[in-house]
Every structure is written in structure tokens, then in C-alpha cells.
């Protein structure tokens, strides 16, 4: 396994290589003048030289991309041509807000799914089998924004027991240290935003988790029924061992596989691809960020944005496979 891990540790800068180099020779590529689109449609020659040359525009095109990759390779990300501010910050500020509503949208997915996929396993064929089934279908077939509209609708508006956006209520007052707001409310014992965080963390993480339960318990249940009719659980069924122990004990422990490689797959498009949820509830995450960039033509902030996505569905990818050792301990035998 140590040398396994060690030969993806190496792969892992030649993959984020490949996607930078193919990310920033694709946004180049775009016809049109990124300076008039950030300068409010500058048309003074001499003024879009001098922003040119200040951002390198103007020199061929192998050498914006070493000057690019020599600052990268040194840390520095470069500054928002849209806005000014470095990317460092923008990140800082951006990515733990995405990062936190997609883990606890995947914790409600995993878990909720898992369940109802288990439950339509044993059941199969059943009332119970084919409600699950339709909720699960149900759940698949809706879109993120409708959910997330129609959340925002019934909870924030007409029942009026959730915020409709943010992260915190900005009337209070708070340390940031991570800028992960669960991280640094508990380090400052801060229990009222603490509260308020969680209070406004909900309803987007729904948006998102319910969509992706219906994922998980399709495919729960279709590795449950595949578990539940195989050699080993006939012959634990015929040790006598009830149906109960012989579903939790043993079938889910394989079935649980597939469900890992789809909840770390999940979690690396949500980076990026959370742009609708977050704009419906004006969460300041990676997506909106991303958005804004390809919009604005900010080639900085849409470079840093994919390689952030890139290096997690990277990391995520590893982390699924030492799972994968980690809940079949067969992998290790081979």
C-alpha cells in the first residue's frame, strides 16, 4: 500500500500540470480583449497597451505561460485583473465556505442514502422497496436551483424558520481565523455564531444533499441486491445467522464500495459546480468565484479556481482508494 500511495504522490504534480497548462492555453484561445472587458469597454489605445503590458498581455504567448508557471511554482497566484485583490485572498475567502457546504451536503447524502438504499435492498419488490425507489428516482430528477428555490420559498419566506442567505448573520460579531466558520466558532467558543452558521448552513446543504441522495440510494440499493444473492451470504444465512446481521454485518461492508468512489467524485464537482446553489442563497463560495471569473474573463481568478478543483478531485480520488484498503482488507492481500 506505501508503495502504492507513493506512486500516486508522484503522479499528483504531472496531473495538476497537465490541467493548468490546458486551462490557461484554453482561456487564451477565447476571441476578444480581456482588458476591455474589465476596463468598462476601455477603447483609448495608449490605455490598453499600458494595461496590457501590466499584466503581460502583450508579450508572446510561451512567455506569459513561463512567467506564469515561475510565479505559480513560487506561491504566488497573482492578482484579480477584475478586481485588484490577490488570489490568495480571493481563495482564503472562497474556498472553506465551498468546502464546508459540500461536506455537509455529502454527510447528509451519504448517510440518508445509505439507509433508504439498505432498507429498498431487503425489501425488495416490496411497498416499501417501490415507495423508496420513486423517492430516490424523485430526488434524481430534480435539478439543484429548483430545490434550491423552492426551499428558499416554503422555509425562508413563507414559514419563516430559515435565513434565506449568507453564511452568518451579519449583525454579529466573530474571530475568523480558518475562515472555516465551524472551525473557528469552536476554537473561540463563540456559541451564538456557532448557532447562526449552522441556522444558515442548512438549507443550502439540503439543496445540494437531497439531489445526491437519490444518487446514493440507487446505487446502494443495487450493490445490496447484487451482496444480498452471493456465495458468502448463503453461507452465512446457512450458519444460521439472521437476515439482519447478515445485511449490516456483511453485505453492506462490500456494497459500501461504490458509494465511496461516488461520494468522492461528488465531492470534487461540487467545488466547482455548486455556481447555482450558492448564487440562490448568496453563499460566497469557489463556484461563484469561478463564475465571476469566466464571466469578467479574469484569467487569474479562473486559473487559481480550476486548480483548486483539479488538486481536490486529485486528493479525493487518493483518499477513495485508501478507503478502498481500508474497508476490503482483500486489496491488501494482492
Known sequence: MLAWFIRRLIWLPFVLWTVTTLTFFALRLVPGNPIQSISNQLVDPVAIARIEAQWDLDKPLHLQYLNFMRALLSGDTGISMSSGVPINRLLFERVPPTIELALVAMLFSTIAGIVIGVMAGVTR????????????????????????????????????????????????????????????????????????????LILPSLAIGITSTGFVTRLTRAAMLEELHSSYVRTARGKGLGERQVALRHALRNAILPVITLQGLQFGALLGGAVITEAVFAWPGLGRLLLEGILSRDYSVVQAAVIVVALAYVLMNTLVDMLYYVVDPRLNQS
Open 125 to 200: 419488490r416490496r411497498l416499501v422497496d417501490n415507495a423508496l425507489r420513486l423517492l430516490a428516482i424523485t430526488g434524481m430528477s430534480l435539478p439543484w436551483f429548483w430545490v434550491a428555490i423552492m426551499l428558499v420559498i416554503v422555509f425562508a419566506v413563507r414559514l419563516r424558520v430559515a435565513p434565506t442567505s449568507g453564511r452568518i448573520d451579519p449583525r454579529l460579531s466573530y474571530e475568523i481565523i480558518t475562515n472555516f466558520m465551524l472551525v473557528d466558532h469552536l476554537l473561540t467558543g463563540n456559541r451564538e455564531a456557532l448557532l447562526s452558521f449552522l441556522h444558515h
